[in-house]
């Protein structure tokens, strides 16, 4: 039977579930038979597509979106910049099914996040879009659409720097389903902080995993590749992200 986008959807009852899984960077550019080919060589549970360091456009993202319905796998969409927060649900009705906000240091971008990624009552996302995920199905259930995609939509909140770390048991906020590492900005920052007691990202993770042992939020973490599974998978991280090869 083929994929829908309804199987698309249940990574986030998977992630508060304790599944251990496993994600993939790729590029919008992806015909189906490489996408495919990709999600088998993992095989991979979730795909993450960016717009903070890589160019794209919002035709682009819709027709990626719809090809990764088809075949039914989740979509993760990193956002432009931490600013753009407020464009959460326009971002949505281009088709992912979740969304990154990066660079994420205060709570009241944790509450804007939130805010734009949830429909009423769990948040102030505006209602539209006809590219949305699962609208063929539900579009005209507006009251069940709206509880469904606040069951299953998936929200991060990118934690790349020291105070990001230092605070991450106050950005684990209800509705974030994970705090995501970015390691290479992390990096930079502790460079530049010497006497910091937090030395090595490997350090900030455990500080991170230490805040969040009784939260619902989950930590996902760029090991970019897969000679770096087990590690991470033995200090505990249930959620591994890839980049393409």
């Given at each position: 039977?083929?994929?829908?986008?309804?199987?698309?959807?249940?990574?986030?009852?998977?992630?508060?579930?304790?599944?251990?899984?496993?994600?993939?960077?790729?590029?919008?550019?992806?015909?189906?038979?490489?996408?495919?080919?990709?999600?088998?060589?993992?095989?991979?549970?979730?795909?993450?597509?960016?717009?903070?360091?890589?160019?794209f456009n919002?035709e682009s993202?819709?027709?990626?979106?719809?090809?990764?319905?088809?075949?039914?796998?989740?979509?993760?969409?990193?956002i432009k910049?931490?600013?753009?927060?407020?464009?959460?649900?326009?971002?949505?009705?281009?088709?992912?099914?979740?969304?990154?906000?990066?660079?994420?240091?205060?709570?009241?971008?944790?509450?804007?996040?939130?805010?734009?990624?949830?429909?009423?009552?769990?948040?102030?996302?505006?209602?539209?879009?006809?590219?949305?995920?699962?609208?063929?199905?539900?579009?005209?259930?507006?009251?069940?659409?709206?509880?469904?995609?606040?069951?299953?939509?998936?929200?991060?909140?990118?934690?790349?720097?020291?105070?990001?770390?230092?605070?991450?048991?106050?950005?684990?906020?209800?509705?974030?389903?994970?705090?995501?590492?970015?390691?290479?900005?992390?990096?930079?920052?502790?460079?530049?902080?010497?006497?910091?007691?937090?030395?090595?990202?490997?350090?900030?993770?455990?500080?991170?995993?230490?805040?969040?042992?009784?939260?619902?939020?989950?930590?996902?973490?760029?090991?970019?590749?897969?000679?770096?599974?087990?590690?991470?998978?033995?200090?505990?991280?249930?959620?591994?992200?890839?980049?393409?090869?």
């Amino acid at each position: 039977m083929e994929p829908t986008k309804e199987v698309a959807l249940t990574l986030k009852q998977r992630i508060h579930a304790g599944e251990e899984l496993l994600g993939i960077n790729v590029n919008t550019g992806f015909t189906r038979t490489k996408l495919e080919d990709t999600i088998a060589s993992g095989p991979y549970d979730f795909l993450v597509i960016d717009s903070q360091h890589t160019a794209f456009n919002e035709e682009s993202v819709t027709a990626f979106c719809e090809l990764a319905a088809e075949v039914g796998i989740h979509v993760q969409f990193r956002i432009k910049h931490t600013r753009h927060t407020y464009l959460i649900g326009n971002y949505l009705d281009l088709g992912p099914s979740g969304v990154e906000v990066p660079q994420v240091e205060l709570e009241s971008t944790v509450d804007e996040g939130v805010d734009n990624f949830y429909y009423i009552p769990d948040g102030v996302r505006s209602w539209g879009g006809r590219t949305r995920l699962g609208l063929e199905t539900r579009g005209d259930d507006h009251v069940g659409y709206r509880k469904w995609w606040n069951e299953t939509g998936v929200l991060w909140m990118q934690i790349e720097s020291l105070a990001a770390v230092s605070n991450a048991h106050l950005l684990a906020k209800p509705g974030v389903d994970c705090l995501s590492f970015g390691p290479m900005d992390m990096t930079l920052d502790i460079e530049i902080h010497p006497n910091h007691p937090l030395q090595t990202v490997d350090d900030c993770l455990r500080h991170t995993m230490k805040q969040l042992e009784d939260s619902d939020t989950k930590i996902v973490f760029r090991n970019n590749t897969p000679d770096t599974r087990q590690k991470y998978r033995d200090m505990g991280v249930q959620i591994l992200l890839e980049l393409a090869r």
